[in-house]
């Protein structure tokens, strides 16, 4: 998860091949368990999912996220019992960028854009490195 900052505030690690999608309530029960709290998240497609969209609702977290096409159409498939287009703030979803400067920066380092550590724990050690340094260079 990365601040408007652009710097990295909790590190998760998963497998490469894994998507982005369910990862996303670990990284919120991470986030939490460091005593904080998002006032609003931005996501790409990736994470517009239903079940995605029902725990941020629960635990009263907004979010931009612009809806798949695929479920654009279904939705209006299904005409007045589609349910009314998900609220999409096109301004605030622009800000998004800073995640992707944020993965960018950490990409700057050759062995975590390309991940040669033959172990988990090796890559994740480097990835904290490289945060930690991210970190202390802003101050």
Same mark, same amino acid.
């Given at each position: 998860?990365?601040?408007?900052?652009?710097?990295?505030?909790?590190?998760?690690?998963?497998?490469?091949?894994?998507?982005?999608?369910?990862?996303?309530?670990?990284?919120?029960? &991470?986030?939490?368990? =460091? $005593?904080? /709290? %998002?006032?609003?998240?931005?996501? *790409?497609?990736?994470?517009?999912?239903?079940?995605?969209?029902?725990?941020?609702?629960?635990?009263?977290?907004?979010?931009?996220?612009?809806?798949?096409?695929?479920?654009?159409?279904?939705?209006? &498939?299904?005409?007045? =019992? $589609?349910? /009314? %287009?998900?609220?999409?703030?096109? *301004?605030?979803?622009?800000?998004?960028?800073?995640?992707?400067?944020?993965?960018?920066?950490?990409?700057?380092?050759?062995?975590?854009?390309?991940?040669?550590?033959?172990?988990?724990?090796?890559?994740?050690?480097?990835?904290?490195?490289?945060?930690?340094?991210?970190?202390?260079?802003?101050?």
């Amino acid at each position: 998860m990365v601040t408007a900052g652009v710097y990295p505030v909790v590190v998760l690690l998963s497998a490469g091949q894994a998507g982005d999608n369910p990862r996303l309530i670990p990284l919120l029960d &991470a986030l939490s368990q =460091a $005593g904080r /709290r %998002p006032a609003h998240l931005l996501a *790409d497609k990736a994470y517009s999912h239903p079940s995605t969209r029902r725990e941020l609702r629960r635990r009263r977290i907004r979010h931009t996220i612009p809806e798949r096409s695929d479920q654009l159409e279904r939705r209006k &498939a299904k005409g007045s =019992a $589609g349910g /009314r %287009p998900r609220a999409f703030d096109p *301004d605030r979803y622009r800000q998004r960028n800073t995640v992707e400067r944020g993965i960018g920066r950490l990409k700057q380092w050759r062995g975590i854009a390309t991940r040669y550590d033959k172990y988990a724990r090796t890559y994740h050690g480097g990835v904290l490195l490289a945060a930690t340094i991210l970190l202390a260079r802003r101050n």
